[in-house]
């Protein structure tokens, strides 16, 4: 079994906000050599480094926007969102749980602080991650996997490391609580201080982390502070990271799809022709609508 | 690499290679950040504005300090205070960039030269001011006489993407209806067209 090395670690780029609610750098696909050819089957990452927010009576959040084309996963690891739809459809997603909602055909939807969370204000911190969706199952129907935190299966390393939460995929023989559509690896790392942890992903996948939490020792080798993003080579499938004091670590794993990419703003296609069919769509109210 | 300019005016205004190495010098392009002016109202406007990158919009305010869109410019839009470009008056309306937008700066220097050695520019310079009346004898015949769903369906074939980049009231100031007015529009439509996940 050969190691997976570092290709490149990318620190947080200037946030900017979506909305007035979510204060995110983008990792995928606005960072060097993070383009969505190079990161397939992930095609966008945004951030929400820890921010404090001061409380508000009205909730900041992004209003209503649609998508089509593949799914979009949001890990919350501070603070609270609420989240509605255009078919009625909403929830809430607290500290430690996933949503993972396939877009697939067309949402529209709108995000914000829930309103308690709001009011009282506070620390917010949330990845929200767009895994693309193989031309067979764009138009599939959209459906939601809320996975609240208690609902996601954890391995238990050794020695006090820590554990892994595996939200999707597996780790050694635990498996992850979500459903998806090509083979996706997707973990938190809750490391002690000292904590050591080894993955292994086939050698083609496009494999990466972010360090959400403290800071961690990749390959025995190469340390990388809070916030900092990790791209590994196509080659070798097992990497280990350390943590150099309490950590946090999102780990993604996935096959790339290997299709033509054709993206404008909230839509993911694979054609300029299916893109110019999202908007009219959406123009037309084809998505639903929503206040 | 060829800019946005460029490619548009070898494909539309038949502009040949040679011809546009003699342009390549009176071309100039400026950026502009977001909320930044092209022009504002007392100025002069010294320029037709070429679109490369981003999104610009052509607009008044009124006695009560209320804006009125007359013109969104996308890519590949031209734009421009037509009256106070030719008739060397004070504009009495405002650009500025909606987005973070690259534009060329086309000024009389340009005009001429780009007339001088090609008869096919002028002719294609020509023809765009004949769009843009056209255009606007549509707009104004919109403005008194159809409905709220009418100008939005118009609106979505003119701008397909705008409703994806600008906020509802934006639209709602282009199309002279109210923001609420729009949403009823684009509740009807979902009616119709919205068959559920």
Request: glycine letters at 8%; aromatic letters at 12%.
């Amino acid at each position: 079994m050969a190691t997976k090395k570092i290709e490149i670690v990318v620190p947080p780029r200037e946030p900017h906000f979506v909305g007035d609610g979510f204060r995110v750098h983008n990792f995928i696909p606005s960072a060097y050599r993070l383009d969505m050819k190079k990161m397939d089957p992930f095609i966008l990452m945004d951030y929400n480094s820890k921010f404090h927010f001061t409380p508000s009576d009205k909730p900041r959040g992004v209003g209503v926007h649609p998508h089509r084309g593949f799914e979009t996963v949001t890990i919350a690891y501070k603070g609270k969102v609420a989240h509605h739809d255009s078919s009625g459809g909403g929830g809430i997603i607290g500290e430690g749980d996933v949503q993972w909602m396939t877009a697939a055909s067309g949402v529209l939807h709108k995000e914000y602080h829930e309103e308690n969370f709001s009011k009282e204000g506070g620390d917010f911190q949330m990845v929200q991650l767009w895994v693309n969706l193989p031309a067979k199952d764009k138009m599939t129907k959209p459906k939601y996997q809320s996975i609240s935190n208690a609902q996601i299966n954890r391995f238990t390393l050794p020695d006090n490391g820590g554990e892994i939460e595996v939200i999707a995929g597996s780790y050694q023989d635990v498996k992850g609580a979500a459903s998806t559509f090509t083979p996706i690896h997707l973990q938190n790392a809750r490391l002690n201080k000292g904590g050591k942890a080894a993955f292994n992903f086939p050698a083609n996948y496009t494999t990466a982390l972010l360090v959400i939490e403290g800071s961690i020792k990749v390959n025995g080798e190469e340390n990388v502070p809070t916030d900092n993003f990790v791209s590994f080579e196509n080659e070798g499938e097992e990497f280990t990271i350390e943590a150099l004091e309490d950590a946090v670590v999102l780990v993604l794993s996935g096959e790339p799809i290997n299709e033509p990419i054709a993206a404008q703003g909230p839509f993911v296609m694979n054609t300029e022709g299916e893109i110019t069919q999202a908007i009219n769509d959406y123009n037309m109210g084809r998505f639903g609508y929503l206040e | 690499m060829e800019s946005a300019f460029e490619s548009y005016l070898k494909k539309n205004a038949g502009i040949t290679e040679p011809q546009l190495s003699q342009l390549k010098n009176k071309i100039i392009t400026k950026a502009f950040t977001k909320g930044e002016f092209l022009l504002h109202k007392g100025q002069v406007c010294r320029h037709s504005f070429f679109i490369e990158k981003g999104l610009a919009r052509f607009y008044s305010i009124d006695r009560e300090g209320k804006e009125h869109i007359i013109q969104f410019a996308p890519e590949n839009w031209f734009l421009s205070d037509r009256g106070s470009l030719f008739f060397n008056e004070s504009s009495e309306f405002f650009i500025d960039a909606i987005e973070d937008t690259t534009a060329v700066m086309i000024d009389e220097h340009f005009n001429h030269l780009a007339s001088e050695i090609s008869p096919q520019f002028r002719k294609y310079n020509e023809r765009i001011l004949q769009n843009h009346i056209r255009h606007l004898q549509k707009r104004i015949s919109q403005l008194i006489g159809a409905s709220a769903e009418e100008r939005y369906l118009d609106f979505i074939t003119l701008y397909p993407d705008l409703t994806l980049r600008v906020p509802q009231w934006m639209i709602a100031s282009f199309l002279g209806i109210t923001p609420e007015s729009l949403s009823r529009v684009r509740k009807v439509l979902a009616k119709k067209n919205f068959h559920g996940f």
